[in-house]
């Protein structure tokens, strides 16, 4: 420290300066914070209806390679998810599957639902 004019020269910080930078520092780690706690949830909900469409789309393919006599409702649980195939005879010949699938998410009822309409396969000729 230097004395210039009677006032004291200094090149640090002032502690109010500190608290200040500090202050800006948290709230910026705070955001970033939230940030990725929200980024957590979205990605773990992506997850969850990403597995909901798997299952809905393999039950809808199993449909398809059924032939019609064979073709029936049916339900069943993979792991925390509970599906459901619904057949509905359309004109032409052709049937619309839809498989819901349902499960839990923190107390709150989740579903998720795909349709498609298919030909079935004809009877296999023996």
């Known amino acids: 420290m230097t004395i210039k004019n ?3 020269s200094s090149v640090a910080f002032t502690l109010l300066e500190v608290l200040v930078a500090s202050t800006i520092l ?13 980024s957590t949830r979205v990605v773990s909900r992506s997850l969850r209806l990403d597995k909901a469409a798997s299952i ?6 199993l449909a398809e390679a059924v ?8 339900s069943g649980v993979d792991g ?5 195939l619904i057949l509905e005879g359309k004109p032409h ?12 998410e923190k107390g709150k009822r989740e579903e ?7 030909s079935p396969q004809p009877r296999p000729q023996e």
């Open 6 to 8: 009677g006032r004291s």
């Open 26 to 38: 948290s709230f910026g780690i705070l955001a970033l914070l939230q940030a990725y706690s929200i």
């Open 56 to 61: 809905a789309q393999r039950e809808l393919v």
């Open 67 to 74: 032939p019609r006599e064979q073709l029936a409702a049916k």
């Open 80 to 84: 925390k998810f509970r599906w459901k």
């Open 93 to 104: 010949n052709l049937v619309m599957g839809t498989v819901q699938v349902r499960w839990q």
């Open 112 to 118: 998720f639902k795909l349709s498609r309409i298919f």
